[in-house]
């Protein structure tokens, strides 16, 4: 199972980025998908999460309204477009797949089974 997450840089304070995750080798359509990001000296948090049938998106409270996850059943990708960037939003940013049997989406890291490794975004003010 492979997950790679791209499309990371840096970026202005209120500028855009889109980041892609691909995946291989796991049934996509039966994973629910979500981004978490980390910052240095912070602790890996929950950014976005999207059900397996792309239903039913959660968001954390700082990035409702400027962030939008995203996916593409049929080529097994994920996404996450990210408006009105902050310098408080610069991290790593992880795609991560959590094998479901429902509508659920976790947002909780040791919940999830696959991680990607990480794609930088960093916003200058």
């Known amino acids: 199972v492979q997950l790679q997450a791209c499309g990371g840089g840096v970026v202005q304070t209120g500028g855009s980025l889109r980041l892609s995750c691909a995946t291989s080798g796991l049934s996509f359509s039966n994973y629910a998908m979500s981004w978490f990001r980390q910052a240095p000296g912070k602790e890996r948090e929950f950014v976005a999460a999207?059900?397996?049938?792309?239903?039913?998106?959660h968001y954390t409270a700082s990035v409702k309204g400027r962030f939008t996850i995203s996916r593409d059943n049929a080529k097994n990708m994920v996404h996450l477009q990210m408006n009105s960037l902050k310098p408080e939003d610069t991290a790593v940013y992880y795609c991560?797949?959590?094998?479901?049997?429902?509508?659920?989406?976790?947002?909780?890291?040791?919940?999830?089974?696959?991680w990607g490794q990480g794609t930088q975004v960093t916003v200058s003010s």
């Open positions: 999207i059900s397996r049938s792309g239903h039913s998106p």
């Open positions: 991560a797949g959590d094998r479901t049997f429902d509508a659920t989406v976790e947002m909780s890291a040791k919940e999830y089974d696959y």
